[in-house]
């Protein structure tokens, strides 16, 4: 058993053959699950609460990876519940927390997933491996979804406090190392450092190059980001070359997630557009809307930009007529892309934003 904990916790932290990032949240807590039902099962005896427990998240981590998030949030409730019962300072408990958190956050259900993560970091203090291993994750998720929101000074108290309770990460030879290098990247670039951000970016890159042979999504995530800080500072060729390496990462896996795939396409397609390239801009950014016009939670935020930016194409290249109906298409999209689900448990995290122009 502890030669199968260990691969598996392994296969948790490298994930080789292409995923996708981030929105990798659902992905990366499909491997994060795995790993821990793994350490629960070696650290716990046998009891039908905790065989409950596990048949469920097993359920829950079926539905997740073949793109159920919605079931696979009705699941993990049932698991929160099964877990209390086990004990509300046991690692099931604060795991079936922060699960709901990642799904939460693949669902576009910010605040919530902020709940969710603020009730599973207090369980998770007890300083035994793995606890330690579950709060690092759950701080990483944590801090994207801050740096999805754009709240920069949260983001900073995130990073603060991985750096201060895990000495040492960024020179570990773990993918762990990788993540967090992109994420204070990504900290750096949201407050214009631009240079800062471009050296993590790169030092990211070549993290997980050493790390995994595969250029994986993980990689993927990285170039788009890159690329975007690259368009940011004018410099259009070397944003292109990445964002078509990051989209031949995607195109080349059959498990490639949509939303991040996507990403990289819209992406594409508004820079081919800028600099000429209509025909591979209108392919771009009709592929991309395909991909998410059935995907839940932020689909249709996606599906609506795309709309929005083929509706720009399409009167540059003089068909008005198209681009209203285009506009008009965008518009009924945004108008199901409703709050309300947002305010259930905390304020909309979004409200929360800095007024420095951060908001996205």
Request: aromatic share 6%; net charge positive.
């Amino acid at each position: 058993m502890r030669h199968h904990k260990v691969e598996v916790c392994r296969e948790a932290r490298v994930r080789a053959p292409v995923r996708s990032h981030a929105h990798l949240a659902m992905k990366r807590a499909i491997a994060t699950v795995v790993c821990l039902v793994a350490l629960v099962a070696e650290a716990k005896p046998e009891s039908d609460l905790h065989a409950e427990w596990r048949a469920i998240m097993a359920g829950a981590v079926e539905s997740a990876s073949g793109g159920q998030p919605l079931v696979a949030r009705e699941q993990m409730t049932k698991a929160l519940e099964v877990s209390a019962r086990i004990g509300l300072d046991s690692l099931e408990y604060g795991v079936s927390l922060s699960q709901l958190g990642s799904v939460s956050q693949t669902l576009g259900l910010l605040d919530d997933a902020d709940h969710y993560y603020q009730r599973a970091l207090p369980v998770f203090a007890k300083p035994l491996p793995a606890y330690r291993y579950a709060r690092l994750q759950t701080l990483f998720s944590q801090l994207s979804l801050y740096l999805e929101c754009r709240l920069i000074a949260h983001s900073e108290r995130v990073a603060a406090k991985v750096t201060a309770e895990f000495p040492g990460l960024l020179e570990a030879d773990a993918a762990d190392a990788a993540k967090f290098l992109t994420y204070l990247a990504s900290i750096a670039y949201q407050k214009r450092d631009y240079e800062s951000a471009e050296a993590l970016f790169r030092r990211a890159l070549g993290e997980w190059n050493r790390i995994s042979g595969a250029r994986g999504p993980e990689y993927a995530s990285v170039l788009n980001q890159l690329a975007l800080l690259e368009w940011k500072t004018n410099r259009n060729e070397p944003a292109l070359r990445h964002l078509e390496m990051a989209l031949e990462i995607h195109e080349q896996s059959p498990h490639s997630n949509r939303g991040g795939y996507a990403r990289v396409l819209l992406n594409v397609g508004i820079l081919r557009r800028e600099t000429g390239l209509y025909r591979g801009a209108e392919a771009a950014l009709l592929k991309a809307r395909s991909l998410v016009q059935d995907l839940p939670g932020p689909g249709l935020a996606l599906e609506a930009h795309a709309l929005e930016e083929y509706a720009i194409l399409l009167d540059q290249t003089d068909r008005k007529s198209e681009a209203r109906k285009a506009r008009k298409m965008a518009q009924s999209v945004r108008a199901r892309t409703t709050p309300a689900d947002l305010t259930r448990h905390t304020v909309d995290i979004r409200t929360l934003a800095e007024s420095s122009g951060t908001r996205r």
